[in-house]
């Protein structure tokens, strides 16, 4: 079985380093004349993997919005994942979970388990219970070729004062990378980090990071992909960039030539 960083690569190789959110929102469905119900969601969401599916490389849905439309929006979900997997692209469901052990555990068997509904190939986490309490993700994600990422510094200008405290000799922020690098080393680089493209100055080094980097914030938040060789240096080798907005967020008819050229600009990234 190959390695979540092994199909990452391996995908990113054929079709360029991006990742398109898929954040079906009220005014991104209204801006694809769609309904604000469930049948808009899912013909918002699934026409967003039809047209795209088979030219990029990674899909994040955003679990909220669907989640606003209880059981009948996770069934679309349900569905997209399914699609995303068909046209041969990797899902990340952004779901940023974290909890104690025991139920860390459930949320892995939810979104990581073989069989399940939700399964994806990677899943988005928080560390803030302590990046040890996410062992049961790491062992099921480790365990089924999928991966996670943790947020570490968050793209949102309102997780500084955290992200930066102070944490013995380190800021949180680095604390979380350096784990991370830690655990990496015996868990098939299985543990990716999130870090915002929207900083001058990330305020960690990534330099001796060793699995994938998603980098939120490109676009709708003000970042850019031609930005981040200054900001993330060495480590930009391990950048996988991320936009949703500035995908999906003018309608179908644009869906396709903004790919494109986000998908031109990743060029950078080799
Ligand atoms: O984990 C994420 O994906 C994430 C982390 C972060 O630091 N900032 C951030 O914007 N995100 C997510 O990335 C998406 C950004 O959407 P756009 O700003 O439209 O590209 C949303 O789904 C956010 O929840």
Same mark, same amino acid.
């Given at each position: ?209 060793? =699995? %994938?980097?998603? $980098?939120? +914030?490109? &676009? /709708?938040?003000?970042? !850019? ?17 991320? =936009? %949703?907005?500035? $995908?999906? +967020?003018? &309608? /179908?008819?644009?869906? !396709? ?14």
């Amino acid at each position: 079985m190959s390695t979540y960083a092994e199909r990452l690569n391996a995908v990113t190789s054929k079709r360029g380093r991006l990742c398109v959110g898929i954040d079906p929102m009220p005014s991104v469905v209204e801006a694809w004349g769609l309904p604000n119900s469930v049948a808009g969601l899912e013909a918002c969401a699934r026409g967003i993997v039809e047209e795209l599916g088979g030219l990029v490389a990674v899909f994040k849905p955003q679990s909220a919005f669907f989640e606003a439309f209880g059981s009948r929006g996770v069934a679309v979900l349900e569905r997209v994942l399914a699609d995303i997997r068909q046209a041969g692209a990797l899902s990340i469901l952004d779901v940023k979970r974290g909890d104690i052990g025991s139920s860390m555990a459930g949320y892995a068997s939810a979104f990581l388990g073989d069989d399940a509904p939700l399964r994806a190939d990677a899943i988005t986490v928080s560390p803030y219970l302590g990046v040890g309490a996410l062992r049961p993700a790491i062992d099921a994600a480790v365990a089924g070729g999928q991966g996670l990422y943790v947020l570490a510094r968050t793209s949102n200008p309102e997780g500084a004062p955290i992200q930066l405290a102070t944490s013995g000799s380190a800021t949180v922020a680095q604390h979380v990378v350096d784990e991370a690098a830690r655990i990496n080393l015996r868990a098939d680089r299985a543990v990716g980090l999130v870090v915002g493209g929207t900083h001058s100055d990330v305020g960690c080094s990534l330099e001796s990071f060793n =699995a %994938s980097i998603l $980098v939120p +914030g490109i &676009g /709708a938040q003000g970042g !850019s992909i031609a930005g981040l060789a200054d900001v993330f240096g060495p480590a930009l080798a391990h950048v996988l960039p991320t =936009a %949703s907005r500035d $995908v999906i +967020g003018a &309608g /179908a008819a644009e869906l !396709s030539s903004r790919a494109h050229r986000l998908l031109d600009e990743a060029r950078v990234l080799g």
